[in-house]
Protein backbone atom coordinates (compact mmCIF):
# COMPACT_ATOMS: atom_id res chain seq x y z
CA UNK A 1 0.00 0.00 0.00
CA UNK A 2 1.05 3.79 -0.75
CA UNK A 3 1.91 5.68 2.27
CA UNK A 4 2.70 9.30 2.34
CA UNK A 5 3.96 11.46 5.44
CA UNK A 6 0.39 13.33 7.00
CA UNK A 7 1.75 15.56 9.15
CA UNK A 8 -2.02 16.93 9.55
CA UNK A 9 -3.39 13.73 10.91
CA UNK A 10 -2.38 11.39 13.06
CA UNK A 11 -1.31 7.91 11.69
CA UNK A 12 -3.76 6.22 13.61
CA UNK A 13 -6.63 8.02 12.13
CA UNK A 14 -4.89 7.68 9.12
CA UNK A 15 -5.02 4.11 9.04
CA UNK A 16 -8.48 3.79 10.70
CA UNK A 17 -9.54 5.77 7.56
CA UNK A 18 -8.14 3.83 5.59
CA UNK A 19 -9.63 -0.27 7.07
CA UNK A 20 -12.47 1.81 7.11
CA UNK A 21 -12.69 2.68 3.11
CA UNK A 22 -13.31 -0.57 0.64
CA UNK A 23 -10.53 -2.22 0.19
CA UNK A 24 -7.94 -3.59 -3.15
CA UNK A 25 -9.26 -6.44 -4.22
CA UNK A 26 -7.23 -9.61 -5.18
CA UNK A 27 -6.48 -7.80 -8.36
CA UNK A 28 -5.57 -4.41 -7.19
CA UNK A 29 -3.54 -6.16 -4.46
CA UNK A 30 -1.22 -7.84 -7.12
CA UNK A 31 -0.62 -4.66 -8.83
CA UNK A 32 -0.01 -2.54 -5.63
CA UNK A 33 2.59 -5.63 -4.93
CA UNK A 34 3.84 -5.98 -7.75
CA UNK A 35 4.62 -1.86 -8.46
CA UNK A 36 6.43 -2.18 -5.03
CA UNK A 37 8.30 -5.19 -6.06
CA UNK A 38 9.85 -4.43 -9.17
CA UNK A 39 9.74 -0.34 -9.12
CA UNK A 40 11.36 -0.32 -5.57
CA UNK A 41 10.99 3.32 -4.28
CA UNK A 42 9.37 4.63 -7.16
CA UNK A 43 6.25 2.81 -5.81
CA UNK A 44 5.71 5.74 -3.47
CA UNK A 45 4.07 7.78 -7.07
CA UNK A 46 1.22 4.79 -7.09
CA UNK A 47 -2.17 6.16 -5.69
CA UNK A 48 -3.55 5.01 -2.58
CA UNK A 49 -5.95 2.07 -2.30
CA UNK A 50 -8.16 4.69 -0.32
CA UNK A 51 -7.66 7.72 -2.86
CA UNK A 52 -8.57 4.66 -5.66
CA UNK A 53 -12.01 4.23 -4.23
CA UNK A 54 -12.42 8.81 -3.90
CA UNK A 55 -11.57 8.50 -7.91
CA UNK A 56 -14.03 5.83 -9.21
CA UNK A 57 -16.83 7.10 -6.51
CA UNK A 58 -16.39 10.41 -8.03
CA UNK A 59 -16.47 9.25 -11.46
CA UNK A 60 -19.80 7.10 -10.90
CA UNK A 61 -21.25 10.59 -9.00
CA UNK A 62 -21.06 12.62 -11.84
CA UNK A 63 -21.89 9.21 -14.86
CA UNK A 64 -18.63 9.70 -16.45
CA UNK A 65 -18.23 8.66 -19.89
CA UNK A 66 -14.70 10.06 -21.10
CA UNK A 67 -11.83 10.58 -18.53
CA UNK A 68 -8.61 11.81 -19.31
CA UNK A 69 -5.71 10.87 -17.20
CA UNK A 70 -2.53 13.06 -17.11
CA UNK A 71 0.04 10.20 -15.54
CA UNK A 72 -0.78 6.47 -15.24
CA UNK A 73 2.26 5.12 -13.83
CA UNK A 74 1.76 1.15 -12.93
CA UNK A 75 -2.20 1.56 -14.17
CA UNK A 76 -3.75 1.79 -10.57
CA UNK A 77 -5.63 5.15 -10.87
CA UNK A 78 -6.72 4.22 -14.62
CA UNK A 79 -8.14 0.85 -13.02
CA UNK A 80 -9.58 2.67 -10.82
CA UNK A 81 -12.04 4.94 -13.54
CA UNK A 82 -12.04 2.10 -16.16
CA UNK A 83 -13.89 0.06 -14.06
CA UNK A 84 -16.35 2.90 -13.27
CA UNK A 85 -17.02 3.59 -16.67
CA UNK A 86 -20.29 2.03 -18.91
CA UNK A 87 -19.02 -0.35 -21.41
CA UNK A 88 -18.86 2.65 -23.89
CA UNK A 89 -16.79 4.43 -21.86
CA UNK A 90 -13.56 5.94 -22.66
CA UNK A 91 -10.48 6.85 -20.50
CA UNK A 92 -7.26 8.59 -22.50
CA UNK A 93 -4.30 7.86 -20.38
CA UNK A 94 -1.00 9.96 -21.17
CA UNK A 95 2.09 8.60 -19.77
CA UNK A 96 5.99 8.62 -20.84
CA UNK A 97 6.95 5.46 -19.92
CA UNK A 98 6.64 2.41 -21.50
CA UNK A 99 8.52 0.44 -19.11
CA UNK A 100 5.44 1.44 -16.49
CA UNK A 101 2.40 1.10 -18.44
CA UNK A 102 3.88 -1.98 -19.82
CA UNK A 103 2.90 -3.21 -15.76
CA UNK A 104 -0.56 -1.39 -16.30
CA UNK A 105 -1.83 -3.10 -19.87
CA UNK A 106 -1.42 -6.43 -18.22
CA UNK A 107 -3.71 -5.37 -15.51
CA UNK A 108 -6.00 -3.98 -17.89
CA UNK A 109 -6.41 -6.73 -19.84
CA UNK A 110 -6.80 -9.05 -16.79
CA UNK A 111 -9.69 -6.84 -15.51
CA UNK A 112 -11.44 -6.62 -19.09
CA UNK A 113 -11.09 -2.79 -19.27
CA UNK A 114 -8.39 -2.60 -21.71
CA UNK A 115 -11.12 -2.08 -24.53
CA UNK A 116 -12.22 1.55 -22.54
CA UNK A 117 -8.31 2.74 -22.19
CA UNK A 118 -6.48 4.07 -25.00
CA UNK A 119 -2.62 5.11 -23.68
CA UNK A 120 -1.11 7.75 -25.57
CA UNK A 121 2.75 7.48 -24.62
CA UNK A 122 4.41 10.83 -25.08
CA UNK A 123 4.81 14.03 -23.34
CA UNK A 124 1.51 14.79 -22.14
CA UNK A 125 1.44 18.01 -22.68
CA UNK A 126 1.35 17.66 -26.90
CA UNK A 127 -1.34 14.92 -26.40
CA UNK A 128 -3.55 17.29 -24.96
CA UNK A 129 -3.20 20.08 -27.52
CA UNK A 130 -3.44 18.02 -29.91
CA UNK A 131 -6.94 16.50 -28.20
CA UNK A 132 -10.23 18.40 -30.08
CA UNK A 133 -10.98 21.59 -28.18
CA UNK A 134 -14.95 20.66 -27.89
CA UNK A 135 -16.16 20.24 -24.10
CA UNK A 136 -17.14 17.18 -23.82
CA UNK A 137 -14.53 15.50 -21.15
CA UNK A 138 -16.68 14.38 -17.86
CA UNK A 139 -13.67 13.82 -15.41
CA UNK A 140 -9.65 14.57 -15.86
CA UNK A 141 -7.30 13.46 -13.14
CA UNK A 142 -3.74 15.07 -13.34
CA UNK A 143 -0.91 12.71 -11.11
CA UNK A 144 2.30 14.31 -13.25
CA UNK A 145 5.65 16.21 -13.16
CA UNK A 146 4.65 18.87 -10.64
CA UNK A 147 5.87 21.53 -12.80
CA UNK A 148 3.71 21.40 -15.44
CA UNK A 149 0.22 21.11 -13.29
CA UNK A 150 -0.97 24.61 -14.54
CA UNK A 151 -0.23 24.20 -18.22
CA UNK A 152 -2.03 20.45 -17.94
CA UNK A 153 -4.91 21.99 -15.95
CA UNK A 154 -4.73 25.31 -18.57
CA UNK A 155 -5.57 22.54 -21.50
CA UNK A 156 -7.96 20.95 -19.83
CA UNK A 157 -10.53 23.19 -18.41
CA UNK A 158 -11.65 24.69 -21.76
CA UNK A 159 -12.10 20.45 -22.90
CA UNK A 160 -14.01 19.78 -19.70
CA UNK A 161 -17.67 20.01 -19.93
CA UNK A 162 -19.65 22.28 -17.00
CA UNK A 163 -20.63 20.28 -13.94
CA UNK A 164 -17.14 18.39 -14.93
CA UNK A 165 -14.41 17.55 -12.93
CA UNK A 166 -10.99 18.53 -12.64
CA UNK A 167 -8.58 16.14 -9.89
CA UNK A 168 -5.73 16.69 -9.09
CA UNK A 169 -3.10 14.89 -6.80
CA UNK A 170 -0.02 15.81 -4.35
CA UNK A 171 -1.58 19.32 -3.71
CA UNK A 172 -0.44 19.39 0.05
CA UNK A 173 2.68 17.37 -1.48
CA UNK A 174 3.69 15.94 2.56
CA UNK A 175 2.36 19.53 3.83
CA UNK A 176 5.22 21.67 2.28
CA UNK A 177 3.21 23.49 0.81
CA UNK A 178 2.88 25.58 3.70
CA UNK A 179 6.73 25.92 4.55
CA UNK A 180 7.25 29.65 3.47
CA UNK A 181 10.86 29.22 2.26
CA UNK A 182 9.71 26.24 -0.59
CA UNK A 183 12.82 26.73 -1.87
CA UNK A 184 12.56 23.07 -4.34
CA UNK A 185 11.01 23.41 -7.58
CA UNK A 186 8.44 21.22 -7.14
CA UNK A 187 7.10 22.68 -3.78
CA UNK A 188 6.92 26.00 -5.40
CA UNK A 189 5.00 24.74 -8.58
CA UNK A 190 2.67 22.92 -6.43
CA UNK A 191 1.95 26.00 -4.21
CA UNK A 192 0.95 28.05 -7.09
CA UNK A 193 -1.02 26.27 -8.89
CA UNK A 194 -3.10 26.15 -5.86
CA UNK A 195 -3.10 29.31 -5.31
CA UNK A 196 -3.88 29.59 -9.39
CA UNK A 197 -7.10 27.24 -9.22
CA UNK A 198 -8.44 29.26 -6.02
CA UNK A 199 -8.71 32.75 -8.06
CA UNK A 200 -9.70 31.04 -11.03
CA UNK A 201 -13.66 32.06 -11.64
CA UNK A 202 -14.53 28.95 -14.05
CA UNK A 203 -14.05 26.76 -11.38
CA UNK A 204 -15.22 25.84 -7.94
CA UNK A 205 -12.44 24.21 -6.04
CA UNK A 206 -11.72 22.14 -3.17
CA UNK A 207 -8.95 20.55 -1.78
CA UNK A 208 -9.21 17.68 0.29
CA UNK A 209 -6.41 16.18 2.74
CA UNK A 210 -6.71 12.61 1.68
CA UNK A 211 -3.27 11.27 1.79
CA UNK A 212 -1.33 13.61 -0.29
CA UNK A 213 -3.67 16.10 -0.95
CA UNK A 214 -6.21 15.78 -3.55
CA UNK A 215 -7.60 18.74 -5.19
CA UNK A 216 -11.00 18.70 -6.62
CA UNK A 217 -12.17 21.23 -9.14
CA UNK A 218 -15.64 21.72 -10.58
CA UNK A 219 -16.65 23.56 -14.00
CA UNK A 220 -18.83 25.89 -13.43
Not at 143 to 172: C, H, M, Q, W
Not at 190 to 202: C, T
Given at each position: MATVNQPWLDPAVASYAVTHSTPPDELQRRLISETAERLGRASGMQISPDEGVLLGLLARLIGARRIIEVGTFTGYSSLCFARALPDDGRLICCDVSEEWTAIARRYWDEAGVADKIDLRIGPA????????????????????????????????????????????????????????????????????????????????????????????????
Open positions: IDTLRALPATADVDLAFIDADKSNYAAYFGELVPRVRAGGLILTDNTLWSGRVVDPDRSDADTAAIADYNEALLRDERVEVVLLTIRDGVTVARKR
